[in-house]
């Protein structure tokens, strides 16, 4: 089953955490605004999934256990193993601090909603598999500007197509979803190897986080979601804190906490056969106050039918991203 994807944006400080893309972003990437008829009628969708109707029979019950989906997120380094996350304490304790938010924030929702129906918990978490993957001599997956506009969105041109093959295909890693990691080498360049920016946003470094649109019929596709620059972030926030406007202590928690919320909500849009920012069940369509609600307002209140269900249907059957 295929999934679908979304951008790192902010939630408490405007400048300093995500820039606004400069080019409209695909529909697939969240934070792009989704056309009139997609938000509400979403006709690409189609209602094609035999469960539609039925993904309410799968919402959990309170004491159901969650279900455990495996995430393979691929950090992806230059040659000598730089140029993105290490696998170093400093390093590791910020990942798992970052997908602790996440599956925090799948988990434990306030549990208020303007829905006729909310639920404080989808009962899944992530289990990671952290893969710190050296580039070739050429680089040429390492840096995220060999994807051309801002999306960086894992489609059929994607620049880490032949990787995700690899890396599907590597007996040693685990079926699951697949996160990719990624630099901009220009950026990198011109902030860490020179010096030469202290604002990498200013410089046009791009913050939109995408993955795959799922599918009903394809159950055994590769899942890909691209996460670019999110190390450089950090090491701008490490390195830059007069220009950031606060302590990397502060800084560091506005990226796990920020970043673990748009994290979950893109493997929300992971567990969901169609871009449905907005519930397209009778009498639900203005209920906005939700787990995944039209962007730029990330709901922070309950996931609303047919979410946990949808979710919980999705995750099971699926060949590639698979669940133990």
């Known amino acids: ?61 309170t004491d159901a256990r969650s279900i455990r989906v495996r995430a393979n997120f691929i950090i992806v380094q230059k040659l000598d193993g730089t140029g993105n996350f290490q696998d170093i304490p400093e390093h590791r304790a910020f990942l798992d601090e970052w997908l602790q938010g996440c599956n925090g924030r799948l988990n434990n ?29 050429t680089e040429f997956f390492w840096n995220n500007d060999n994807q051309p506009g801002q999306s960086k969105y894992p489609g059929a041109n994607w620049w880490l197509n032949a990787l995700d093959a690899t890396i599907s295909t590597d007996p040693n890693i685990p079926k699951g979803i697949n996160v990719y990691l990624t630099s901009s080498g220009s950026i990198y360049n011109q902030m860490v190897v020179l010096g030469t920016i202290d604002n990498p946003e200013q410089a046009g470094m791009t913050n939109t986080w995408c993955s795959q649109l799922p599918s009903v019929t394809n159950l055994t596709a590769s899942s890909r979601i691209s996460v670019p620059n999110l190390f450089l972030k950090y090491w701008w926030f490490q390195n830059h804190p007069s220009v950031v406007g606060a302590p990397f202590s502060t800084s560091r ?30 009498g639900e369509d203005d209920c906005t106050n939700h787990f995944m609600p039209v962007l730029p307002d990330i709901g922070n209140d309950a996931f609303s039918v047919p979410q946990p269900g949808t979710a919980q249907a999705s995750n099971p059957s699926n060949g590639n991203a698979s669940s133990t």
Request: aromatic share 12%.
């Open 253 to 282: 928690q506005w990226l796990v906490g920020n970043g673990g919320v748009t994290l979950a909500h893109g493997f929300g849009h992971s567990f969901i056969d169609c871009y449905i920012h907005r519930n397209f069940i009778q």
């Open 109 to 137: 929702l306030w549990g208020t909603s303007d829905c006729p129906t909310g639920f404080p918990d989808a009962k899944i978490e992530i289990v990671p598999n952290w893969v710190f993957y050296k580039d070739s001599p």
């Open 1 to 61: 089953m295929k999934f679908s994807h979304f951008l790192f944006l902010i939630l408490s400080m405007p400048n300093l955490l995500f820039a606004q893309p400069t080019e409209p972003l695909p529909p697939q990437c969240a934070g792009a605004a989704a056309p009139e008829s997609s938000v509400l009628l979403a006709p690409l969708c189609g209602k094609t999934s035999s469960l539609w109707s039925s993904n309410s029979r799968h919402i959990p019950r």
